[in-house]
């Protein structure tokens, strides 16, 4: 049986065919690169260094007025930030190492509803999409966002579920946070992120 | 059936060919457009999530998505929905417009009777819940429900009958002889 879908249901079946493509398996706070059969030792070689030359980040405003970020390493946090000012959103963006995040009560979130914001996490860069009208000018968009390369026993892990054809050569875990503050928002405290391996 | 949680086609097939049972399977059960949509996006998401624990041999892909269904529902009655949100990252109701809004109420009133003998059921013990929750709101057989539920037909049927002791005022007459 097949149905006809309505515009709800077509944009949903958009986001969760996007879901399936950004995940090769279930766990989901982290992305894996994944390279095929035999070429799998050389892909993780030649992937790495061409992945230099691409900015760090990039911000750019879709037709509803939403921004979208893209962020490929964690670097130059004040230049996103700088960045989105220029689209009338003040930010704070923090980069933290080992799967950190920051600890709890730097900042009042915001109690108004943020239909639309979200993030999603892919293999090599995370995105977040902030709708039109979620951040006022007394606001402010917090972005946490800490990384961990996988280990040889997780990656060794993985490739037990995989599908044959299919090689994890490498990956990591991922923390985002994200949230919009309303006033001000104080220094990060980084502590471990609630979900990461060993906390 | 696995494949879903990694094959973008063979993920689409799968939600054309149940989207039809979700709408009603949530229509049953909430009453605004809002939490509808949230719970639709997230009875599929949980299905990405979980595609690779199906087993074909413990039952049907209808059924096994009953059970996610019926827990996804139970997380959102919970109030865990926000938080499964947080982790997730596809916010339904974010996706609506005024004219999905539209139809989704258009269901959520043709499901207003059954939604009123779903909140009966709720004094049940949850064992017999279970058991006419999926035979009287869903129209699955004793058979069917079972295999959700994981026990035997005839255990299905013991606790459907003894639910029908308690509520027999409020089950619909046509039930009296469940398919089994």
Redesign the interface.
Request: no cysteine; proline share 9%.
């Given at each position: 049986?097949?149905?006809q879908?309505?515009?709800?249901?077509t944009?949903?079946?958009q986001?969760?065919?996007a879901?399936?493509?950004q995940?090769?398996?279930?766990r989901?706070?982290r992305g894996f690169l994944v390279a095929a059969g035999a070429a799998a030792a050389a892909a993780a070689f030649v992937v790495a260094p061409a992945l230099m030359p691409t900015p760090a980040f990039s911000v750019s405003e879709g037709n509803a007025g939403e921004i979208k970020v893209t962020i490929t390493r964690p670097e130059d946090a004040s230049g996103l930030e700088r960045a989105l000012v220029e689209h009338g959103i003040n930010a704070d963006v923090t980069y933290l190492q080992d799967l950190q995040t920051c600890s709890p009560g730097r900042y009042r979130k915001s109690e108004r509803a943020t239909?639309?914001?979200?993030?999603?996490?892919s293999d090599r860069s995370i995105a977040v999409t902030i709708?039109a009208g979620t951040v006022r000018e007394d606001e402010t968009f917090v972005l946490a966002w800490s990384v961990l390369p996988i280990t040889e026993e997780e990656i060794a892990d993985q490739n037990s579920?995989l599908?044959p054809g299919a090689t994890v050569v490498s990956g990591f875990w991922s923390n985002v946070d994200f949230a919009v503050a309303s006033g001000p928002v104080n220094a990060c405290e980084p502590v471990p992120a609630p979900e990461s391996p060993g906390s | 059936m696995k494949e879903i949680g990694t094959d973008q086609d063979a993920f689409e097939a799968f939600y054309r060919e149940h989207l039809g049972f979700v709408r009603k399977y949530v229509a049953r059960r909430v009453d605004d457009a809002h939490s509808a949509a949230d719970l639709t996006a997230d009875i599929f998401l949980a299905a990405i999530e979980s595609a690779h624990r199906y087993d074909e041999a413990k039952g049907s892909a209808g059924a096994w998505l009953v059970g996610i269904a019926r827990n996804v529902v139970a997380d959102h009655q919970r109030k865990r929905a926000r938080e499964l949100r947080a982790l997730g990252r596809i916010n339904g109701r974010a996706l609506l417009d005024d004219a999905s809004v539209e139809r989704i109420n258009q269901r959520l009133d043709a499901e207003r009777a059954t939604r009123q003998l779903y909140r009966t059921l709720q004094t049940l013990p949850a064992t017999q819940r279970a058991v006419v929750e999926l035979v009287a709101i869903d129209g699955l057989s004793l058979t069917e429900s079972a295999a959700v539920l994981g026990i035997t037909a005839a255990n299905a049927r013991t606790r459907y009958h003894r639910a029908r002791t308690r509520l027999r005022s409020a089950l619909p007459t046509t039930l009296c002889e469940v398919r089994s």
């Open positions: 049986m097949t149905t879908l309505d515009d709800f249901e944009r949903l079946l986001s969760l065919r879901e399936v493509s995940r090769h398996q279930p989901s706070r239909p639309g914001l979200m993030t999603s996490i709708p579920d599908a | -």
